[in-house]
Protein backbone atom coordinates (compact mmCIF):
# COMPACT_ATOMS: atom_id res chain seq x y z
CA UNK A 1 0.00 0.00 0.00
CA UNK A 2 1.22 3.31 -0.78
CA UNK A 3 1.99 5.93 2.01
CA UNK A 4 -0.71 7.10 4.00
CA UNK A 5 1.01 9.80 6.03
CA UNK A 6 2.79 12.77 4.25
CA UNK A 7 6.43 13.25 5.36
CA UNK A 8 6.28 17.05 5.81
CA UNK A 9 3.06 16.91 7.58
CA UNK A 10 4.07 14.72 9.95
CA UNK A 11 7.47 16.47 10.73
CA UNK A 12 5.86 19.16 11.34
CA UNK A 13 2.51 17.50 13.67
CA UNK A 14 5.31 15.83 15.71
CA UNK A 15 7.21 19.29 16.45
CA UNK A 16 3.47 20.65 17.81
CA UNK A 17 2.39 17.52 19.56
CA UNK A 18 6.33 17.68 21.55
CA UNK A 19 5.57 21.02 21.90
CA UNK A 20 2.91 21.20 23.92
CA UNK A 21 3.86 18.29 25.86
CA UNK A 22 6.17 19.25 28.37
CA UNK A 23 4.63 17.29 30.91
CA UNK A 24 3.24 13.60 30.88
CA UNK A 25 -0.15 15.29 32.32
CA UNK A 26 -0.46 17.57 28.77
CA UNK A 27 1.02 14.91 26.70
CA UNK A 28 -2.18 12.94 27.57
CA UNK A 29 -3.96 16.24 27.56
CA UNK A 30 -2.51 16.98 23.89
CA UNK A 31 -3.21 12.68 22.73
CA UNK A 32 -6.85 13.35 23.89
CA UNK A 33 -7.37 16.60 22.38
CA UNK A 34 -6.34 15.05 18.91
CA UNK A 35 -8.18 11.61 19.55
CA UNK A 36 -11.57 13.64 20.48
CA UNK A 37 -11.17 15.74 17.59
CA UNK A 38 -10.81 12.40 15.54
CA UNK A 39 -14.55 11.17 17.40
CA UNK A 40 -13.38 9.73 20.19
CA UNK A 41 -15.09 9.68 23.66
CA UNK A 42 -13.58 10.71 26.82
CA UNK A 43 -15.04 8.16 30.16
CA UNK A 44 -14.66 8.34 33.63
CA UNK A 45 -12.56 5.14 35.19
CA UNK A 46 -15.29 5.63 37.75
CA UNK A 47 -18.18 5.06 35.43
CA UNK A 48 -19.53 1.96 33.46
CA UNK A 49 -17.86 1.79 29.87
CA UNK A 50 -20.59 1.94 27.24
CA UNK A 51 -22.12 -1.70 25.68
CA UNK A 52 -22.41 0.36 22.66
CA UNK A 53 -19.51 -0.28 19.99
CA UNK A 54 -17.57 3.27 19.50
CA UNK A 55 -14.25 5.10 19.89
CA UNK A 56 -13.20 5.66 23.70
CA UNK A 57 -10.64 6.67 25.66
CA UNK A 58 -9.41 7.43 29.70
CA UNK A 59 -7.11 9.10 31.52
CA UNK A 60 -5.20 8.40 34.36
CA UNK A 61 -2.69 10.97 35.54
CA UNK A 62 0.16 10.80 32.68
CA UNK A 63 -1.19 7.80 31.30
CA UNK A 64 -4.01 7.04 28.40
CA UNK A 65 -5.70 4.29 26.98
CA UNK A 66 -7.56 4.08 23.90
CA UNK A 67 -9.88 1.72 21.51
CA UNK A 68 -12.14 1.56 18.49
CA UNK A 69 -14.85 -1.42 19.64
CA UNK A 70 -16.55 -0.11 16.18
CA UNK A 71 -15.47 -2.95 14.04
CA UNK A 72 -15.50 -5.77 17.19
CA UNK A 73 -16.99 -9.29 16.20
CA UNK A 74 -18.07 -10.30 19.43
CA UNK A 75 -16.52 -10.55 23.19
CA UNK A 76 -13.63 -12.82 22.09
CA UNK A 77 -12.62 -9.96 19.53
CA UNK A 78 -9.01 -10.20 20.09
CA UNK A 79 -6.89 -7.14 20.45
CA UNK A 80 -4.08 -5.38 18.73
CA UNK A 81 -1.97 -2.85 21.11
CA UNK A 82 0.28 -0.35 20.60
CA UNK A 83 2.09 1.05 23.25
CA UNK A 84 4.18 3.98 24.26
CA UNK A 85 5.52 6.10 27.15
CA UNK A 86 4.74 9.86 28.65
CA UNK A 87 7.56 10.48 30.68
CA UNK A 88 10.98 11.71 29.80
CA UNK A 89 13.92 12.38 31.94
CA UNK A 90 14.13 16.04 33.17
CA UNK A 91 14.60 17.67 36.88
CA UNK A 92 11.52 17.72 38.85
CA UNK A 93 10.98 20.01 41.92
CA UNK A 94 11.45 18.99 45.53
CA UNK A 95 8.46 19.35 48.16
CA UNK A 96 10.53 21.86 50.05
CA UNK A 97 12.70 23.48 47.30
CA UNK A 98 13.49 27.16 48.58
CA UNK A 99 17.22 28.15 48.97
CA UNK A 100 19.61 30.91 49.19
CA UNK A 101 23.45 30.34 48.70
CA UNK A 102 26.31 33.24 48.04
CA UNK A 103 23.51 35.78 47.33
CA UNK A 104 21.26 33.40 44.59
CA UNK A 105 17.61 32.26 44.70
CA UNK A 106 17.76 28.23 43.85
CA UNK A 107 15.11 25.48 43.58
CA UNK A 108 16.01 22.15 44.99
CA UNK A 109 15.10 19.67 42.77
CA UNK A 110 15.42 15.63 42.00
CA UNK A 111 16.31 14.19 38.90
CA UNK A 112 13.68 11.76 36.97
CA UNK A 113 15.03 8.83 35.43
CA UNK A 114 18.39 8.81 33.65
CA UNK A 115 19.28 12.37 32.13
CA UNK A 116 22.32 13.72 30.24
CA UNK A 117 23.47 15.55 33.07
CA UNK A 118 25.42 18.31 31.00
CA UNK A 119 22.58 18.63 28.38
CA UNK A 120 20.43 20.70 31.03
CA UNK A 121 23.47 23.32 31.79
CA UNK A 122 22.93 27.15 30.60
CA UNK A 123 19.92 26.24 29.10
CA UNK A 124 16.45 28.42 29.45
CA UNK A 125 13.81 26.52 31.62
CA UNK A 126 10.35 26.08 32.19
CA UNK A 127 8.02 24.39 34.52
CA UNK A 128 5.36 22.37 34.22
CA UNK A 129 2.72 19.79 35.69
CA UNK A 130 -0.14 19.81 37.98
CA UNK A 131 -0.91 21.22 41.53
CA UNK A 132 -3.64 19.60 43.94
CA UNK A 133 -5.40 22.43 45.76
CA UNK A 134 -7.69 23.06 47.81
CA UNK A 135 -11.20 23.54 46.63
CA UNK A 136 -15.26 24.31 47.29
CA UNK A 137 -15.91 20.39 47.07
CA UNK A 138 -12.82 19.22 48.05
CA UNK A 139 -9.51 18.58 46.28
CA UNK A 140 -8.90 19.82 42.78
CA UNK A 141 -6.13 19.00 40.20
CA UNK A 142 -4.78 21.96 38.01
CA UNK A 143 -2.20 21.56 35.58
CA UNK A 144 0.27 24.52 34.00
CA UNK A 145 2.40 25.42 31.71
CA UNK A 146 4.70 28.35 32.02
CA UNK A 147 7.28 28.47 29.31
CA UNK A 148 9.00 31.69 30.17
CA UNK A 149 12.99 31.47 31.42
CA UNK A 150 12.20 31.31 34.84
CA UNK A 151 15.47 28.66 36.05
CA UNK A 152 19.19 27.84 34.83
CA UNK A 153 21.30 25.58 35.75
CA UNK A 154 24.62 27.46 35.41
CA UNK A 155 27.70 26.02 34.10
CA UNK A 156 31.26 26.77 35.97
CA UNK A 157 33.52 29.12 33.69
CA UNK A 158 35.74 27.35 32.27
CA UNK A 159 38.84 29.55 34.36
CA UNK A 160 37.47 27.73 37.47
CA UNK A 161 38.12 24.70 36.21
CA UNK A 162 40.69 23.94 33.32
CA UNK A 163 39.91 20.43 33.25
CA UNK A 164 36.22 20.39 32.28
CA UNK A 165 36.69 20.10 28.70
CA UNK A 166 38.56 16.73 29.81
CA UNK A 167 36.54 15.06 32.56
CA UNK A 168 33.67 17.12 33.30
CA UNK A 169 32.35 15.79 36.74
CA UNK A 170 28.40 16.75 38.01
CA UNK A 171 27.19 16.09 41.46
CA UNK A 172 23.60 15.90 41.05
CA UNK A 173 23.16 16.92 44.49
CA UNK A 174 25.61 19.93 44.32
CA UNK A 175 25.90 21.35 40.75
CA UNK A 176 22.61 20.47 38.98
CA UNK A 177 20.41 22.93 41.20
CA UNK A 178 18.58 25.82 38.83
CA UNK A 179 18.82 29.66 40.02
CA UNK A 180 15.81 31.34 39.93
CA UNK A 181 16.70 34.99 41.36
CA UNK A 182 19.46 37.00 43.12
CA UNK A 183 18.80 36.99 46.82
CA UNK A 184 20.17 36.53 50.52
CA UNK A 185 16.31 35.17 51.08
CA UNK A 186 14.97 32.35 49.63
CA UNK A 187 12.20 32.85 47.53
CA UNK A 188 8.51 31.24 47.35
CA UNK A 189 7.80 28.41 45.11
CA UNK A 190 4.38 27.87 46.95
CA UNK A 191 3.41 31.47 46.59
CA UNK A 192 4.98 31.77 42.87
CA UNK A 193 2.59 28.35 41.90
CA UNK A 194 -0.61 29.69 43.34
CA UNK A 195 -0.14 32.94 40.97
CA UNK A 196 0.44 30.22 38.51
CA UNK A 197 -2.64 28.45 38.96
CA UNK A 198 -4.83 31.24 40.13
CA UNK A 199 -5.32 30.29 43.83
CA UNK A 200 -4.09 31.45 47.72
CA UNK A 201 -0.83 30.44 48.81
CA UNK A 202 -2.23 28.40 51.83
CA UNK A 203 -4.18 26.58 49.30
CA UNK A 204 -1.52 24.54 47.46
CA UNK A 205 -1.28 21.09 48.87
CA UNK A 206 1.31 19.40 46.86
CA UNK A 207 2.99 19.22 43.45
CA UNK A 208 4.20 16.88 40.50
CA UNK A 209 5.94 20.05 38.29
CA UNK A 210 9.37 19.56 36.48
CA UNK A 211 11.81 21.83 34.02
CA UNK A 212 11.48 21.79 30.50
CA UNK A 213 13.54 23.30 27.93
CA UNK A 214 11.97 26.28 26.26
CA UNK A 215 13.81 25.66 22.80
CA UNK A 216 11.33 24.60 20.43
CA UNK A 217 11.35 21.76 17.97
CA UNK A 218 12.31 22.19 14.56
CA UNK A 219 13.50 20.89 11.58
CA UNK A 220 17.63 21.49 11.22
CA UNK A 221 19.64 20.35 8.83
CA UNK A 222 21.57 21.23 5.08
CA UNK A 223 18.26 19.74 3.48
CA UNK A 224 16.22 20.24 7.10
CA UNK A 225 15.80 16.45 6.78
CA UNK A 226 16.21 16.12 10.98
CA UNK A 227 14.67 17.13 13.78
CA UNK A 228 15.84 18.34 17.43
CA UNK A 229 13.51 18.44 19.90
CA UNK A 230 13.37 18.06 23.70
CA UNK A 231 10.98 14.39 24.72
CA UNK A 232 11.89 12.49 21.31
CA UNK A 233 12.42 9.62 24.00
CA UNK A 234 9.26 9.16 23.65
CA UNK A 235 6.73 11.23 22.79
CA UNK A 236 7.84 10.70 19.20
CA UNK A 237 5.93 7.22 19.66
CA UNK A 238 3.24 8.79 21.32
CA UNK A 239 2.65 11.10 18.51
CA UNK A 240 2.99 8.47 15.75
CA UNK A 241 0.82 5.91 18.09
CA UNK A 242 -2.31 8.69 18.24
CA UNK A 243 -1.61 9.03 14.21
CA UNK A 244 -1.77 5.43 13.75
CA UNK A 245 -5.11 4.20 15.88
CA UNK A 246 -6.64 7.43 14.24
CA UNK A 247 -5.80 5.81 10.74
CA UNK A 248 -6.47 2.59 11.55
CA UNK A 249 -9.51 3.10 13.08
CA UNK A 250 -10.95 4.88 10.30
CA UNK A 251 -10.01 2.32 7.97
CA UNK A 252 -11.35 -0.50 9.53
CA UNK A 253 -14.88 1.32 9.68
CA UNK A 254 -14.63 2.26 6.20
CA UNK A 255 -14.24 -1.26 5.24
CA UNK A 256 -17.02 -2.25 7.65
CA UNK A 257 -19.13 0.40 6.26
CA UNK A 258 -18.66 -1.21 2.58
CA UNK A 259 -15.83 0.69 0.88
CA UNK A 260 -14.65 -0.33 -2.22
CA UNK A 261 -11.68 -1.66 -0.86
CA UNK A 262 -13.46 -4.12 1.78
CA UNK A 263 -11.87 -6.95 0.42
CA UNK A 264 -8.64 -6.44 1.39
CA UNK A 265 -9.64 -6.33 5.24
CA UNK A 266 -10.01 -9.48 7.29
CA UNK A 267 -13.41 -10.73 8.06
CA UNK A 268 -12.81 -10.18 12.08
CA UNK A 269 -10.11 -7.32 12.95
CA UNK A 270 -8.66 -6.95 16.05
CA UNK A 271 -9.76 -4.50 18.13
CA UNK A 272 -7.26 -1.34 18.11
CA UNK A 273 -5.79 0.16 21.13
CA UNK A 274 -3.17 2.73 22.38
CA UNK A 275 -2.09 2.94 25.64
CA UNK A 276 0.53 5.56 26.95
CA UNK A 277 2.24 4.47 29.93
CA UNK A 278 3.32 7.05 32.62
CA UNK A 279 7.07 6.34 34.76
CA UNK A 280 8.38 4.18 32.24
CA UNK A 281 12.01 6.30 33.06
CA UNK A 282 11.93 5.57 36.64
CA UNK A 283 10.62 1.38 36.53
CA UNK A 284 6.93 1.99 35.71
CA UNK A 285 6.09 0.73 39.15
CA UNK A 286 2.72 2.59 39.92
CA UNK A 287 -0.89 3.32 39.74
CA UNK A 288 -0.59 4.31 35.70
CA UNK A 289 2.40 2.45 34.82
CA UNK A 290 3.04 -0.46 32.81
CA UNK A 291 3.61 -2.84 36.03
CA UNK A 292 -0.05 -2.12 37.30
CA UNK A 293 -3.27 -3.53 36.37
CA UNK A 294 -4.03 -0.49 34.26
CA UNK A 295 -4.17 -2.28 30.43
CA UNK A 296 -5.32 -5.61 31.50
CA UNK A 297 -8.18 -3.61 33.78
CA UNK A 298 -9.18 -1.54 30.86
CA UNK A 299 -8.77 -4.53 28.00
CA UNK A 300 -10.92 -7.00 30.44
CA UNK A 301 -13.94 -4.05 31.02
CA UNK A 302 -13.64 -3.57 26.86
CA UNK A 303 -14.87 -7.51 27.06
CA UNK A 304 -17.27 -7.16 29.90
CA UNK A 305 -18.81 -4.27 28.56
CA UNK A 306 -19.37 -5.97 25.08
CA UNK A 307 -21.13 -9.07 27.03
CA UNK A 308 -18.41 -11.32 27.86
CA UNK A 309 -17.37 -13.04 31.01
CA UNK A 310 -13.66 -14.30 31.72
CA UNK A 311 -13.02 -16.71 29.67
CA UNK A 312 -13.93 -14.35 26.85
CA UNK A 313 -11.57 -11.95 28.13
CA UNK A 314 -8.67 -14.93 27.82
CA UNK A 315 -9.56 -16.19 24.73
CA UNK A 316 -9.07 -12.71 23.54
CA UNK A 317 -5.83 -12.14 24.88
CA UNK A 318 -4.46 -15.54 23.67
CA UNK A 319 -5.00 -14.02 20.03
CA UNK A 320 -3.81 -10.25 20.87
CA UNK A 321 -0.27 -8.89 20.02
CA UNK A 322 1.40 -6.17 21.35
CA UNK A 323 3.95 -3.84 19.75
CA UNK A 324 5.68 -1.99 22.25
CA UNK A 325 7.46 1.12 21.02
CA UNK A 326 10.04 3.27 22.25
CA UNK A 327 12.97 5.33 20.55
CA UNK A 328 15.78 3.22 18.79
CA UNK A 329 19.35 4.16 18.81
CA UNK A 330 20.92 4.99 15.32
CA UNK A 331 24.25 4.39 14.69
CA UNK A 332 26.26 7.62 16.06
CA UNK A 333 29.00 8.87 13.52
CA UNK A 334 31.29 9.87 15.98
CA UNK A 335 31.03 6.94 18.30
CA UNK A 336 30.73 4.02 15.48
CA UNK A 337 32.65 1.62 18.08
CA UNK A 338 29.63 1.51 20.46
CA UNK A 339 27.67 0.21 18.09
CA UNK A 340 26.89 -3.90 17.31
CA UNK A 341 28.70 -3.43 13.35
CA UNK A 342 26.42 -6.18 11.42
CA UNK A 343 23.72 -4.03 13.08
CA UNK A 344 24.05 -0.49 11.85
CA UNK A 345 20.87 1.73 12.20
CA UNK A 346 20.00 4.54 9.64
CA UNK A 347 18.30 8.05 10.41
CA UNK A 348 15.74 8.17 8.47
CA UNK A 349 15.43 4.72 7.58
CA UNK A 350 12.67 3.61 8.35
CA UNK A 351 11.44 1.60 12.11
CA UNK A 352 13.81 -0.31 14.39
CA UNK A 353 12.82 -3.68 15.19
CA UNK A 354 14.51 -4.16 19.00
CA UNK A 355 16.20 -8.01 20.01
CA UNK A 356 17.47 -9.17 22.98
CA UNK A 357 18.07 -12.69 23.85
CA UNK A 358 18.37 -11.81 27.62
CA UNK A 359 14.40 -10.67 27.14
CA UNK A 360 15.40 -7.06 28.28
CA UNK A 361 13.18 -6.47 25.38
CA UNK A 362 9.95 -8.76 24.23
CA UNK A 363 10.67 -9.69 20.57
CA UNK A 364 10.73 -13.21 19.90
CA UNK A 365 10.06 -14.48 16.11
CA UNK A 366 6.46 -14.67 16.09
CA UNK A 367 6.17 -10.61 17.35
CA UNK A 368 8.96 -9.93 15.10
CA UNK A 369 6.82 -11.94 12.16
CA UNK A 370 3.83 -9.51 12.86
CA UNK A 371 5.89 -6.58 12.43
CA UNK A 372 7.56 -6.92 10.09
CA UNK A 373 4.40 -7.97 8.23
CA UNK A 374 3.05 -4.80 9.32
CA UNK A 375 5.65 -2.92 7.46
CA UNK A 376 5.52 -4.47 4.89
CA UNK A 377 2.05 -3.82 4.57
CA UNK A 378 3.01 -0.17 5.28
CA UNK A 379 5.41 -0.35 2.20
CA UNK A 380 8.08 1.26 4.61
CA UNK A 381 11.97 -0.67 5.48
CA UNK A 382 12.12 -2.49 8.55
CA UNK A 383 15.96 -1.90 10.38
CA UNK A 384 17.28 -4.52 12.84
CA UNK A 385 19.07 -3.07 16.34
CA UNK A 386 20.85 -5.46 18.34
CA UNK A 387 23.16 -4.38 21.24
CA UNK A 388 26.96 -5.09 21.40
CA UNK A 389 27.84 -8.58 23.57
CA UNK A 390 30.04 -6.59 25.85
CA UNK A 391 27.80 -3.45 26.13
CA UNK A 392 24.43 -3.51 28.38
CA UNK A 393 20.68 -3.32 26.92
CA UNK A 394 18.02 -0.59 27.65
CA UNK A 395 14.99 -2.08 28.10
CA UNK A 396 11.37 -1.01 27.86
CA UNK A 397 7.97 -1.29 29.14
CA UNK A 398 7.21 -4.39 26.11
CA UNK A 399 8.62 -7.33 28.70
CA UNK A 400 6.53 -6.00 31.66
CA UNK A 401 3.51 -5.73 28.99
CA UNK A 402 3.87 -9.35 27.68
CA UNK A 403 4.65 -10.61 31.35
CA UNK A 404 1.22 -9.17 32.77
CA UNK A 405 -1.03 -10.10 29.11
CA UNK A 406 0.60 -13.41 28.33
CA UNK A 407 0.38 -11.74 25.04
CA UNK A 408 2.98 -11.94 21.83
CA UNK A 409 5.13 -9.05 22.19
CA UNK A 410 7.33 -6.97 19.97
CA UNK A 411 9.37 -4.18 21.07
CA UNK A 412 10.56 -1.51 18.29
CA UNK A 413 11.07 2.40 18.21
CA UNK A 414 12.47 5.10 15.44
CA UNK A 415 15.93 5.60 14.94
CA UNK A 416 17.77 9.00 17.26
CA UNK A 417 20.53 10.23 18.06
CA UNK A 418 21.36 11.89 21.47
CA UNK A 419 18.70 9.77 23.39
CA UNK A 420 18.13 11.07 27.14
CA UNK A 421 19.57 14.52 26.49
CA UNK A 422 17.42 18.14 26.78
CA UNK A 423 17.18 18.27 22.91
CA UNK A 424 17.65 15.13 21.28
CA UNK A 425 17.61 14.21 17.35
CA UNK A 426 15.95 12.33 14.85
CA UNK A 427 15.06 11.80 10.87
CA UNK A 428 12.67 14.15 9.28
CA UNK A 429 11.42 11.39 7.30
CA UNK A 430 10.90 9.02 9.82
CA UNK A 431 7.85 10.30 11.82
CA UNK A 432 5.67 9.09 8.75
CA UNK A 433 7.18 5.84 8.21
CA UNK A 434 6.36 5.08 11.83
CA UNK A 435 2.44 6.19 12.28
CA UNK A 436 2.33 3.86 8.53
CA UNK A 437 3.74 0.75 10.26
CA UNK A 438 1.60 1.56 13.22
CA UNK A 439 -1.41 1.97 11.49
CA UNK A 440 -0.74 -1.71 9.97
CA UNK A 441 -0.32 -3.06 12.68
CA UNK A 442 -3.29 -2.03 13.89
CA UNK A 443 -5.05 -3.39 11.39
CA UNK A 444 -3.59 -6.48 9.88
CA UNK A 445 -4.52 -7.18 5.88
CA UNK A 446 -3.68 -10.72 6.26
Not at 224 to 239: F, G, H, Q, S, V
Amino acid sequence: MAHSFDTDSEATGLCAFVDASPSPFHACAEAGARLAAAGFSLLSETDAFPVEPGRYYLIRGGSLIAWSSEAASGPTTPFRVVGAHTDSPNLRIKPRPDLARAGWQLLGIELYGGPLFNSWLDRDLGLSGRVAVHGENGIQIRQFIIDQPVLRVAQLAVHLDRNSNEALALNPQQHLTPLWGVSSEPGDFRGYLAVAVGVDAADVLSWDVMTHDLQRSRRIGRDLDLIAAPRLDNLATCYAGVRALIDATEATTGARAGASWISESPSNPPTPVLVLFDHEEVGSQSERGATSTLLPSVLERIVTSAGGGREDFHRALAGTVVASGDMAHATHPNYPEKHEPQHQIAINGGPVLKTNVKLRYATDSVGAAAFITACGQADVPVQHFVSRNDMPCGSTVGPMTAALLGAITVDFGAPMLSMHSARELCGAKDPAMYADALAAFLNPQT
